[in-house]
Structures are given as structure tokens and as C-alpha cells.
């Protein structure tokens, strides 16, 4: 993190960061980019790949498969929908009409998030519970869905608005303030205080569900809960980070690989692996094409795939 | 007290999986049901467990209505082994076994001990520090057991417990199936309820107070081993020809075919 305050298009020496940090006075240009910019974005960051990374292991256990991601809910579809909507019908407002500071981009995108996922969960429950399997097959349904009105609303937009909507879908952490930082942030504790609770029920989940039952697990409610969590924490992020891939699918398995499959530790090591990594992307993002900056989405990809086929190759090694 | 289905019907898709059954499984007691494919079997347990509502009738456990017990304390009563389990994760042997202890406030160190006797009471010491998913069928068996074992580990202040297993012994080689009967009946003498199905009509007959003989939905027959399998029974229910002997050493009815 202390590097990571340091690298930027301006350069900011080690020394004169720290003595910022620690309140003593540095010139005003260094200390607006230090509090102003680096600080809320990187703090954006650790709190969003922290989220990412936790509700996808989440997701994985609840699902009882490795492969899902916190976008099977159809949150990041429907979020990705409500974000392009915006762009294309509100674009003149976009950059005056702010709200809280936070932009109608990012409250199209939450609210198409939520509103896939109560759909998604919606098609998947009846009398007798919430079927995982057809949640699943509801989530790609949605998504599919999702993805042709996102190519309608791209094929409708100008130039700028394109460049807009794929630039948002990369996903990036530029536009951090200290507004954003303080939603993500209280949804990020709201998280980390209430998964540890249902860890054990994750745990047991993995068994199956009726095996999990006869454990004494509330089934239904602990998958409610953790629904409405996921979407939570998955909208904000997306609302306010855009999409950032990889970070929720690959950092669970990573740490699973490493650490066991135990949801008392996998899902808060999966968040600070997530926080970790999005804040290492972040940093890359900022200083491999100064002056300009890549999106974070993007960086995320490049540096986890890598990591993650080499952990694959070595895991086949050891069998 | 026991575990009591009272006239259990259940209609499932168009089809009469169960028709009237009444049937008790005493604290104490080992009941096996046997039965051809397809006659009910699993689907009794079901209901005993509470995982299906039958359509008629009621399942009582100690008494009170199924339903009427919370999920939590009815989980401290009433431990179910499964026929198959779909973990695909790679929990190591003595994490799966801990899963039993999820119900009980017992605190870690108790629990450890718990899952390190059950463990090597199934014969799969070796396995503690072992992934699941690396294991064999066979062991894979003998971790569920002892998961379900932990479960049920210490008796209730709540009332009896019931052990309910679903081809317990289906993987399992000739020394592994005899440790499970043992085990079963070591529960027996500790007034557990053990209620299993099985195939193998000479394991029941060995292990079995009681036992059921299932055919199409109905019960065929209850009652000791001995008084249950005729030749009749067994060529009316199976349509197979076969001898009722005694076995020279348990005394138990051998069923050659």
C-alpha cells in the first residue's frame, strides 16, 4: 500500500508520502494527489477487491462449485445493463448531474444489479425452496439477456458513449472519492462482520443441502441471507468500480488451493487475497502507460491468470 | 421412545411411493429394511428424516410431531447417513468428520477428541490429514460414518437418538461391513435407534431386531429375522428361489440362493 501511494503519473517520493501521512506538511500539490486521489483510490480498491474476492468464495460454497462467481447471480450482468442504460439515455447529465457525488452511471448500475438478482432468485424459488441448479441456469439465462440489450444499447449509442459503456465495463478505480470510499467501505465491514456467521453452514452446504439440514442448518434462510449480501456487496462494487473480473472467480480458488476449503478462513483470506490483488492491479494500472492509465479490469486479468495456471501446473505436479 | 412413522402415505409425480405404512424404530434397537429396488425404501427414510412431508400421516420422534422440533435440536437427536454424498471439495478426512459436530456447543478441544475416536473407530485413522476427494469409495463411506457417528457421539439431555443410514455398508469390503454391524450394535446397547437400509438380506438378518421387508410402496412383512424371511417371502418379494438355513455360529437365518 505504501508503494502503491507513491507510483502515479506524478512521482511521489517514499519519504515525502510518509511524513504526509503522518501530518506533518509536504507542498500542497503532493498532498492534494496523496489525500484527494492515491488515498480514496486505493482505499476504493482494498475494499472492492476485499468484496469481490469474499462473495465469490461465497458464492462457490453455496453453489458447491469452484467455478461460480458472484456474477452468477446476475448481479454483474444486470448492473452492467442499468450502467450502459444510463450512459446512453442520460449522457448529457452524466457529467453535471451528479448526485452525493456519486454519478447516475453508478446508481443505474446498482439498481440494475439488484433488480437481475431478485429476478434471478425470483425464477429460481418456489413453494418448496430455492433450487441452486435452476438459480444457476436463471443466471446465465439473465445474463444472456443482459448481454443482447447491452450489444441493443451499445448499437444505439455514439462514439463517446461506446467508449463510455466498454470503458466502464473493463472496470476502473479512477474515479475514487472520498464519498465512494465510505459506501463501499461500510458495505465492505457490513460483509466481513456477517459472512463469518454463516461459514459453518457453508461448510456443511457442501455436503448438499439436505445433508446439510439434517446438520440443523436453516438452509433456506442462510442462501437468502447470503444472496442479498452478495448482491449487495457485488452492486456497490460494480456501481462504483465498474466491472472488475477475475477478482471474485480466481482469488477463492487461489486461496483454496493454498489454504483448504474451510469457510472460517477462506472467506476472509479470499479478501484480503482480493484487496491484495486489486490494489497490486491498480498500481500497474497507473504507471504502465504514464500519463495515461489503463483500466484496473484489465490489469487484474494480466496479472491473475498467469499466477493462477502456474498454481494449476504445480498442483499437477504434486498428484 | 422412538422414531414413529403412523400411517404414512406419500404421493409423489403420479405415483404411490408409500401406501399406509406404520412403522416403529425403537431406541435400542436395530431395524433394517430390505426390498427390492424401486419398492420405497429410501423414500421411508425420507419422511422419517423429515426431508419429504408425507401426504398422509405423521412421523413422531420421541413423541412429539417431526415438525415440531427445531431444526437444531431434532439435528442433536437424529444423525442421517445419505447413499451417496456429492462433496467435491477438498476438506481433509478429519474436517468432514467435524461437520458432525456443527449442532453441539461442545467446544474445540472436545471435539477433537470426538472426531479423532470416530475416526479411528471406522477404522480410518489413517485417513485424519487425507483429502476427500483423493480417497477411495470405500473410505470416503467410512469418513461419512464417522461424520454421522459425531453427531450422535454423546447422549441428549433432549431424549433418545435415532442413526439413520442408507446403504451403509455398500462400498465396503467383508471386514469393513462387519465393522459397521459392529458398531450398529454398540449403538444398539446405548439405546441409540438405529434404523438401515440394506441389501445384502444375511448382513440383516445378522444385524436386524427387526426387520421390514418392503415391496411396491407396502410392507411385506415385519417382525425377527427369523419369524420374517421364509422361502415364500423371499421368491413372493424377489422372485427368487432360495433355501433358509441356519447359520452354524449366530444361529441367525442364512438365506442361500
Known amino acids: 500500500m505504501l508503494v502503491s501511494i507513491t507510483v502515479g503519473t506524478v512521482d511521489i517520493s517514499v519519504s515525502d508520502a510518509l511524513s504526509a501521512l503522518t501530518g506533518n506538511s509536504v507542498n500542497t500539490q503532493t498532498h492534494t494527489i496523496l489525500f484527494d486521489i492515491r488515498l480514496p483510490r486505493i482505499l476504493l480498491a482494498i475494499t472492492v477487491g476485499a468484496v469481490l474476492a469474499s462473495t465469490g468464495a461465497v458464492m462457490q460454497g453455496l453453489f458447491r462449485n469452484p467455478l461460480a462467481d458472484p456474477s452468477l447471480i446476475g448481479v454483474s450482468s444486470g448492473a452492467s445493463v442499468g450502467a450502459s442504460l444510463m450512459i446512453v439515455t442520460a449522457g448529457g447529465f452524466i457529467q453535471s448531474g451528479a448526485l452525493l457525488g456519486l454519478s447516475l452511471v453508478a446508481v443505474g448500475a446498482f439498481l440494475g444489479g439488484f433488480a437481475a438478482t431478485l429476478l434471478v432468485y425470483r425464477l429460481a424459488t418456489s413453494g418448496i425452496g430455492t433450487s441452486v441448479t435452476t438459480m444457476l441456469l436463471a443466471g446465465i439465462a439473465i445474463g444472456a439477456l443482459a448481454g443482447a440489450l447491452n450489444s441493443l444499447l451499445s448499437y444505439f449509442s455514439d462514439n463517446d458513449m461506446l467508449r463510455q459503456i466498454s470503458l466502464w465495463q473493463m472496470g476502473n478505480l479512477s474515479g475514487a472519492s472520498w464519498t465512494k470510499v465510505t459506501i463501499m467501505g461500510a458495505v465492505a465491514l457490513l460483509l466481513i462482520w456477517l459472512f463469518p456467521r454463516e461459514s459453518k453452514a457453508l461448510n456443511a452446504l457442501l455436503l448438499g443441502e439436505s445433508e446439510a439440514r439434517h446438520l440443523g442448518i436453516d438452509v433456506q434462510r442462510v442462501k437468502r441471507r447470503l444472496i442479498v449480501l452478495t448482491a449487495l456487496g457485488v452492486g456497490v462494487s460494480v456501481a462504483l468500480a465498474g466491472l472488475v473480473g477475475f477478482v471474485g472467480l480466481i482469488m477463492p480458488h487461489i486461496v483454496r488451493l493454498a489454504i483448504g476449503p474451510d469457510h472460517r478462513w477462506l472467506v476472509p483470506a479470499s479478501a484480503l487475497a482480493g484487496a491484495t490483488l486489486l490494489v497490486i492491479a491498480d498500481s500497474l494500472a497507473r504507471i504502465v502507460v504514464i500519463p495515461a492509465e489503463l483500466p484496473t479490469g484489465i490489469l487484474t486479468a494480466l496479472l491473475g491468470a498467469p499466477f493462477f495456471v502456474a498454481l494449476l501446473l504445480q498442483q499437477r505436479r504434486d498428484v | ?257
Open chain 2, 1 to 257: 421412545m422412538s422414531l414413529l412413522a403412523d400411517h404414512i402415505s406419500l404421493h409423489l409425480a403420479g405415483f404411490d411411493l408409500l401406501r399406509n405404512i406404520s412403522l416403529q424404530v425403537e431406541a435400542g434397537k436395530v431395524t433394517a429394511i430390505v426390498g427390492p429396488n424401486g419398492a420405497g425404501k429410501s423414500s421411508l427414510l425420507k419422511v422419517l428424516t423429515g426431508e419429504m412431508a408425507p401426504t398422509q400421516g405423521q412421523v413422531y420422534l420421541n413423541n412429539r410431531l417431526l415438525q415440531h422440533w427445531s431444526l437444531l435440536d431434532k439435528a442433536q437427536l437424529l444423525a442421517v447417513l445419505p447413499q451417496h454424498t456429492m462433496l467435491n471439495f477438498p476438506f481433509t478426512a478429519d474436517e468432514v468428520v467435524g461437520l458432525g459436530r456443527i449442532p453441539h456447543k461442545t467446544g474445540l478441544s472436545k471435539d477433537r477428541e470426538i472426531i479423532t475416536e470416530a475416526l479411528d473407530l471406522v477404522d480410518a485413522s489413517y485417513l485424519q490429514k487425507r483429502l476427500y476427494t483423493q480417497m477411495s469409495g470405500g473410505e470416503k463411506q467410512r469418513v461419512q460414518l464417522a461424520r454421522v457417528l459425531t453427531q450422535i457421539w454423546q447422549a441428549s439431555h433432549l431424549g433418545d437418538q435415532f442413526l439413520v443410514l442408507d446403504e451403509p455398508t455398500s462400498a465396503f469390503d467383508l471386514s469393513h461391513q462387519k465393522l459397521t454391524l459392529d458398531i450398529v450394535r454398540q449403538l444398539a446397547d446405548k439405546a441409540v435407534g438405529v434404523i438401515m437400509v440394506v441389501h445384502d438380506l444375511n448382513l440383516a438378518a445378522r444385524c436386524a431386531d427387526n426387520l421390514v421387508v418392503f415391496d411396491g410402496g407396502v410392507i411385506a412383512a415385519q417382525g425377527s429375522p427369523e419369524a420374517v424371511l421364509t422361502e415364500a417371502l423371499i421368491d413372493k418379494v424377489f422372485g427368487v428361489k432360495s433355501i433358509i438355513a441356519q447359520h452354524p455360529v449366530t444361529k441367525r437365518p442364512l438365506v442361500i440362493t
